[in-house]
């Protein structure tokens, strides 16, 4: 068997505590994902991934720092990993899923913070994950309260840089985000030592841009009905997506969607068609967070898309690849990054046109908004979600979760009843 | 324990092992799935090969023909059920 105790050593990381997760992830996987029949065979390098998931990809990462590299981490998707590769580092995110790590970020910060960003302060300060030990330096932003002042916290066991994101979206806006951009980059360069050029800019905007095209092409499979994919499988690819190599991410992506496309053409799906589809929107669900997801597929109906940061949003809109200077890359990079529509912005139309648009294209039954305890944005624009939806006619769900099992009983019962609704 | 209840987990030194005995089983058309090593298969993390009762002959097979290294063969009740509900 791979025995990785003595890297996670080296990462001074409390291995004792850490054995716990390694103890409980493996039935939790094999309850929600290996007890799915007919997946794609292409699944099998998730699968993988999961299987050495503190092992491979943390092995590969500290291979880079010692030849010399950065590893920066990140929790949000307005951070242009473009700037990171272009200088030669490797941009990781770094969001904790897991229950886990709830208690011990439940030691610095209010309990009646967000799951995720107790998880994700937990598993640095209760040294559980190797990716939080493994980050050089941490590239957080101001989406939320929570997170701005988790930064504090981290800022005292790790140097963390914080992008200080607009709450607007008018033209000034995008603007105050070049400069942002412009500071990371000032920051990355320093940190790495290596300077973005416009030609190594311009091979990382290519890079990430193949990544997400490679994403959106399985997405798009997932229109299909019969659906070639469970929402399970996407919900994974997504998550791996933040963490794996780019690269490799896009070809893992493009052969799951060269397989779909065959399975498509041939009328295969996971589920029977006719079954209920369901959009889920909302807060991102970060790896291992499963629930949602598990408990929707096992009350019968499919999730087919998602509109949040763990769907749609991550691969939507490409950054512009004809630029002639290093200016106009850093214009493109702020256009397409403010393009996200996350609910940290006032107004924010463009999310519920969007959810209205992605309910149309993936053809959906029915739409549920979810929302992690203690998110007060998502929280708060759920009534504006459940009204565009309701006026158009599109039946709505919105459900508050966190990352315990307790409520999930009382979860599938209230999805039950409105897959049943759906008719 | 009856023996359509149970399944069999293939565990290996290391990854390279587990998918190229993966990679071969698979090319034979034999149903396996590359799951977590269950802890009560052992205490190490990484990749085993989940095969169920009715593959496991063809798999004992497949790695006497490839000479395919690998750890052991380790019998376990099913450990996989979807309406368990626990996450982590």
Redesign the interface.
């Given at each position: 068997m791979a025995d990785y105790h003595e890297m996670w050593e080296s990462l001074g990381m409390d291995v004792k505590a850490h054995d716990q997760l390694c103890a409980v992830l493996p039935t939790a996987f094999g309850d929600t994902y290996l007890s799915q029949e007919n997946r794609p065979e292409n699944m099998a390098y998730y699968d993988f991934v999961v299987s050495e998931i503190h092992g491979v990809r943390p092995a590969e990462l500290i291979e880079h720092q010692k030849a010399g590299g950065k590893v920066l981490g990140t929790f949000c998707l307005y951070v242009p990993d473009e700037i990171v590769f272009a200088a030669g580092g490797i941009a990781t995110g770094l969001c904790g899923g897991s229950q886990f790590w709830v208690p011990d970020g439940e030691k610095v910060l209010p309990k009646n913070t967000c799951p995720l960003i107790k998880a994700s302060v937990g598993a640095r300060v209760g040294r559980t994950c190797p990716f939080f030990r493994i980050a050089d330096m941490y590239v957080g932003e101001t989406t939320c309260d929570g997170k701005k002042k988790a930064w504090e916290v981290l800022a005292e066991d790790v140097p963390v840089h914080v992008m200080d994101m607009p709450q607007m979206k008018r033209p000034q806006d995008v603007q105050k985000w070049i400069g942002e951009i412009g500071i990371f980059r000032d920051v990355v360069e320093k940190f790495t030592g290596n300077k973005v050029t416009k030609e190594n800019l311009q091979a990382a905007i290519v890079l990430l841009n193949e990544k997400r095209r490679a994403l959106a092409r399985v997405f798009a499979c997932r229109k299909a009905d019969p659906v070639p994919l469970s929402g399970k499988d996407a919900l994974l690819m997504m998550q791996i997506a933040f963490y794996d190599d780019p690269g490799r991410c896009a070809e893992m992506a493009n052969k799951l969607a060269d397989e779909l496309e065959q399975r498509i053409r041939d009328g295969h799906g996971v589920f029977a068609k006719g079954t209920k589809r369901i959009l889920v929107t909302g807060t991102p669900m970060a790896i291992p967070n499963w629930k949602l997801h598990h408990l929707i597929e096992t009350s019968g109906a499919v999730v087919v898309c998602e509109e949040c940061c763990t769907g749609t949003r991550y691969f939507e809109n490409l950054v512009a690849e004809d630029c002639q200077t290093i200016e106009e890359q850093f214009s493109a990079l702020a256009k397409r990054y403010m393009k996200n529509n996350c609910a940290c912005f006032t107004p924010n139309q463009g999310r519920i046109d969007d959810i209205l648009r992605l309910a149309k294209e993936y053809k959906a039954d029915g739409v549920i908004d979810v929302n992690l305890k203690f998110c007060t944005l998502y929280d708060m624009e759920g009534r504006d979600v459940e009204r565009a939806l309701k006026k158009e006619g599109i039946p709505v769900l919105g459900l508050e979760t966190d990352y315990t099992d307790t409520d999930a009983e009382q979860l599938r019962t209230r999805i039950g009843a409105f897959v049943e609704m759906l008719g | 324990m009856p023996e359509e209840e149970k399944d069999y987990y293939v565990?290996?030194?290391?990854?390279t092992e587990g998918?190229e005995l993966?990679q071969y089983v698979?090319s034979r058309g034999i149903s396996v799935?590359?799951?977590?090593?269950?802890?009560v298969a052992?205490?190490?993390?990484?990749?085993?090969l989940?095969v169920g009762a009715d593959a496991i002959a063809e798999v004992r097979q497949c790695i006497e023909a490839s000479q395919a290294a690998y750890?052991r063969i380790v019998a376990l009740p099913r450990?996989?059920?979807?309406?368990?509900?626990?996450?982590?």
């Open positions: - | 565990l290996f030194h290391n990854h998918l993966y698979r799935k590359i799951s977590p090593t269950p802890r052992s205490v190490c993390c990484g990749m085993s989940l750890d450990q996989i059920d979807p309406h368990r509900d626990k996450f982590c």
